[in-house]
């Protein structure tokens, strides 16, 4: 094969490449306020769970419902529903990342990332503070 | 200040070690380079045998790492961080391999063990090329060596070493007394979720693969500095086979892994640590087509180049992602941030070999020869260099998605993932499988230089209608029903499906007509075949994988909160609550949850699930079966769960807990009351009797299954309810490492717990009855049906079976000694693919 068409190949192959790219819609992070701002466009929040507001769950009525309040660092707060389970270390976690949307004044979410202490061994602080629990 | 009871010694001898492995890697890196660099044969000779010694040392040194860390942490001194860390005293001796490679240092040390293994076979077999590969492989290690080594430069530690002491690294007031190791009772052990006998296989098999794609690029290398151009091509392809072959099986253990015994519900999910490693696979298959190619035309030869550099360039591009905690929110299992030292260390790790190999290869790309005559349109290396460039374009795009934190990182910018990751892989790679699939199909049948039409399309002519047959039957009788992508996405599965169903006929039929049979030479028909099968079965156990425990069919709940949103059909809920002793219909199926049983393992419980599936006509049971999924429930209340499967030929029933019942608040006010009965006894309670039919030793029943080995008691108890229902109790009692344990049963529908808590003087045993009104309990589980699901594992092992095949044939191995290779590597992977769990 030339080098030219194989040049042609490749010049192709990018600009397929560039199409492909730009079909994939990615997403962004996003604080509570500026998702507000875009109703119905899939953003990441990444936020903290607000342990004074009641976290509803309940397995036996409906596993797949659960609803919480989640405030981000610049104090806004929103109700959160996931369709889903509760996750088991939703209270323990310090940091939680909720992907969805906002419809309303709720945040629906179809994913939710957790940041939890004792996942992370690597964790110097988490280690000095277990070191003496045993 | 003295600390008492420490042990030094092993962590002192394990760090001379890793400074005699670091320090021989320079020395037998840089002999070797000088034996390189220089012309007389004597003293290139020389130069040789001093850098082979210094390697030779530097194997045995990391072995003795490796026992070093072996030592410490199975005697569970956790004076070391790494033992604290890795290590605990209830860890089964079985994972303790395991618990050394959790961790980063332990995994850099398999990496570097392997890379010493495959080191000495190029020794034994790469004659003239042996210095300037084995330059480069030691190049490699001493990168490897040096992020374990722990010293100080400049008070900035470089590396970090597994050999650290706990009370150095960690403040705590503890550490300031004498006796602090009196106060560490245990270490934190391996992560319950880690707890698997993949946990064993998988990183070692995966880390050999990364290992051996350093030896292709080495060979490049070694043509390149001698100007040497195409000759090493016949050297190297057996290690791109090898490369291709342990590399494939690696991932792929992993999606096994991904699918038996961690709750992902399934075997793949684009998750970036599984894309990192696929990329470098893609590639080096990529590499390995082009270097056929040029073994047998001559064409080809840069982009063989190029392969193969870029996918060992990958192979630590994805060490860099998944190590340094770059991927972060992205990746559900990468390791955790490393440190800034760390971090860079890794980054230049990444860019110390691949730059200078990039940057000789585009220096020299004019002088390497290419053949200026055009291929022929009908040729097999035209199709064969399109697959390999189709291949290469889908691992940049995979990457180059994967790669997306990177970017924030760069340019600051805050993307996150996509909506449907999946899908938005999928959609591009379907088409990928489309043509790879044809290519493959049609490439067999292809001739060097040109292919005669009358010739291919009398070949070719049945293979295409019986796929098409086969393909349409398929459409008929066993719809896809994958919709909610819409009908675009629909019509390429089904196009891939035929593709991969052409590909399987085409195959089998090219070892059949063309070789007649011949084995020995059909390992790519094989590996093609194999690599089809794969495909076909990824398509129909996803596009039909069934959510059965779909909570909306079974009308039992009605939502407490009204949804403000308005859900959307398209996502069925799939998580349904089963309340103990009450059926309830999942699918197809009854489900009871019936009882739970502990394991052996603390906090550990298996639930079991009676499933049965009546014929709607007929009335018979058709289908009994019990599955134990299991879950751990984790000091913080964090639960870790095990998929329950039942296998079939034809499909898998798969389920896994996602919720259980809370502990009770509340502490349980009722206590046990001692028994003391004699074998036939009978004791009453508020509700009814039981009876202690027997005391079994080391039973192997429904409940438990204890070997001849163990020393376990077991009280054989039936209860009888008032309400006239009966039920069977078995606790136990067991002796392990001169500890006793107590594992109570419980009968939930008497809320009765049992437990045997010894045995009195005058031979009779102690029983304890406890009675609480405690709630009922309950889990919350999630169900699939996976379709097929075997057609991906069987795919997989005959395309290492071809992987091998050829590279056994490359190596011009005797008949003998091919027939019990192959025989091995596909019992091994049969076994651990297909029956092990089964």
């Keep these: 094969m030339k080098t030219s068409s194989i040049i042609i190949l490749v010049a192709i192959a990018a600009a397929i490449g560039t199409l492909l790219m730009y079909s994939v819609d990615f997403s962004t992070y996003d604080t509570i306020a500026s998702a507000k701002e875009k109703p119905g466009k899939y953003v990441h929040l990444i936020a903290r769970l607000d342990k004074s507001k009641p976290i509803q769950y309940d397995a036996i009525k409906d596993p797949n419902y659960l609803s919480f309040y989640a405030t981000d660092s610049l104090g806004n707060s929103t109700k959160v529903i996931y369709h889903n389970t509760k996750p088991s270390e939703l209270e323990q976690s310090d940091r939680v990342v909720l992907k969805g949307k906002m419809e309303g004044n709720v945040f629906e979410c179809d994913n939710i990332l957790m940041k939890c202490p004792s996942k992370y061994k690597d964790d110097k602080k988490q280690l000095e503070k277990t070191v003496t629990q045993y | 200040m003295i600390f008492e009871n420490e042990h030094l010694l ?16 320079i020395i037998s890196a840089i002999a070797y380079f000088k034996a390189t660099g220089t012309k007389l044969e004597k003293e290139k000779r020389s130069w040789i045998l ?57 995994s850099f040390l398999l990496w570097t063990i392997w890379h010493c293994v495959l080191g000495s076979v190029i020794i034994l077999t790469a004659k003239k090329r042996e210095s300037s590969v084995m330059g480069i492989v030691n190049t490699a290690q001493f990168f490897l060596t040096l992020m374990i080594v722990g010293i100080y430069v400049f008070n900035t530690r470089i590396g970090s070493s597994p050999f650290v002491l706990t009370r150095n690294e960690l403040a705590g007031p503890i550490f300031t007394q004498p006796d602090y190791l009196k106060y560490i009772k245990d270490g934190i052990g391996l992560n319950v979720l880690l707890r698997n006998y993949w946990m064993v296989i998988h990183p070692p098999i995966l880390f050999l693969g990364f290992a051996s794609t350093v030896i292709p690029a080495s060979f490049a290398f070694s043509s390149l500095i001698t100007k040497d151009w195409g000759g090493w091509i016949k050297a190297a392809l057996p290690w791109a086979l090898l490369s291709g072959c342990v590399l494939g099986v690696g991932i792929m253990m992993g999606g096994k892994w991904a699918y038996e015994s ?20 893609i590639i080096m298959v990529a590499g390995l087509h082009c270097m056929a190619v040029y073994n047998s035309t001559g064409n080809a030869l840069r982009a063989s180049y190029l392969f193969v550099i870029l996918s060992y360039f990958f192979v630590l591009y994805s060490t860099f992602l998944t190590r340094t905690g770059i991927l972060g929110d992205t990746s559900v299992h990468a390791f955790t941030e490393a440190g800034m030292a760390m971090n860079i260390l890794i980054g230049i790790y990444v860019i110390g070999i691949t730059i200078p190999l990039l940057f000789l290869y585009f220096k020299n790309y004019r002088k390497i020869p290419t053949i200026q005559k055009e291929e022929n349109i ?35 910018t805050n993307l996150a993932d996509p909506q449907d990751r999946e899908f938005t892989y999928n959609k591009v790679l379907v088409l990928v499988a489309v043509i790879v699939g044809l290519l493959t199909a049609i490439s067999q049948y292809l001739k060097y230089r040109q292919t005669g039409k009358k ?55 090219y070892l059949k007509t063309v070789l007649k049979g011949n084995l020995k030479a059909g390992g790519g028909a094989i590996a093609h075949l194999g690599f089809a099968l794969l495909i076909g079965g990824m398509l129909i156990s996803s596009g039909n994988k069934k959510v059965i425990s779909d909570n909306s069919k079974t009308g039992l709940f009605i939502p407490f909160d009204k949804d403000p949103t308005g859900r959307g059909t398209e996502n069925p809920l799939e998580n349904l609550t089963l309340l103990k002793g009450v059926p309830t219909q999942m699918g197809p199926y009854t489900v009871t949850y019936v009882n739970d049983s502990m394991a052996k393992e603390k906090n550990r419980t298996f639930y079991n699930l009676h499933f049965q599936r009546v014929d709607t006509a007929t009335g018979k049971v058709t289908e009994n079966f019990i599955l134990s999924p299991d879950a751990y429930r984790m000091k913080d209340n964090n639960l870790s769960s095990n998929p329950g499967t039942k296998h079939y030929l034809s499909h898998d029933v798969f389920t896994y807990i996602s919720t259980i019942s809370a502990p009770d608040q509340d502490p349980d006010t009722a206590t046990f009351k001692i028994h003391d009965m004699a074998i036939g006894d009978t004791v009453y309670y508020s509700n009814g009797y039981f009876i202690l039919n027997g005391i079994l030793k080391n039973p192997d029943n429904e409940r438990f299954h204890f070997s001849p080995t163990d020393t376990a008691l077991v009280a054989d108890i039936t209860v009888y309810g008032k309400d006239s229902t009966r039920h069977k109790a078995y606790p136990a009692l067991t002796i392990n490492n001169q500890e006793i344990n107590f594992i109570d049963d419980t009968v939930i529908t008497q809320n009765i717990y049992l437990n045997i808590s010894g045995i009195t003087s005058d031979k009779k045993f102690k029983i304890g009855l406890k009675q609480t009104n405690k709630l009922t309990s309950f889990i919350t589980l999630k169900a699939y049906v996976f379709p097929y699901i075997n057609l991906v594992w069987a795919g997989l092992i005959i395309m290492a079976g071809g992987f091998v095949v050829s590279l056994l044939r490359r190596v011009k191995a005797a008949n003998y000694i091919a027939a019990i290779a192959i025989a091995l590597v596909l019992m091994g992977l049969i076994y651990m693919f297909l029956i092990a769990n089964n």
Aim: proline fraction near 4%.
């Design chain 2, 10 to 25: 092993p962590g002192q001898v394990g760090h001379f070690f890793v400074l005699l492995a670091f320090v021989a890697s």
């Design chain 2, 50 to 106: 001093f850098a082979r010694g210094a390697f030779f040392i530097e194997f045995f040194a990391l072995l003795a790492v490796f026992f070093s860390i072996y030592y410490i942490c199975s005697h569970h001194y956790f004076e070391y961080l790494y033992a604290y860390k890795h290590a605990s005293k209830e860890l089964e001796a079985k994972y303790l391999l395991a618990c050394i490679w959790e961790g980063q240092e332990g």
């Design chain 2, 262 to 281: 961690l709750s992902f519900g399934g075997y793949w999910a684009w998750d970036p640590v599984e894309n990192a490693s696929l990329v470098p696979w």
């Design chain 2, 378 to 412: 009908s040729s097999r290396e035209f199709w064969m260099f399109i697959g390999a460039l189709i291949l290469f374009l889908a691992a940049l795009f995979i990457i180059s998605v994967t790669s997306l934190p990177v970017y924030n990182k760069v340019f600051g």
């Design chain 2, 455 to 509: 010739y291919l399309v009398t070949k070719m002519l049945w293979p295409l209608s019986i796929a098409v047959v086969i393909s349409a039957l398929l459409a008929i009788f066993y719809p896809i029903e994958y919709s909610k992508k819409g009908p675009g996405f629909l019509a390429a599965i089904y196009l891939a499906l035929f593709a991969s169903i052409f590909s399987i006929v085409a195959n089998a039929a």
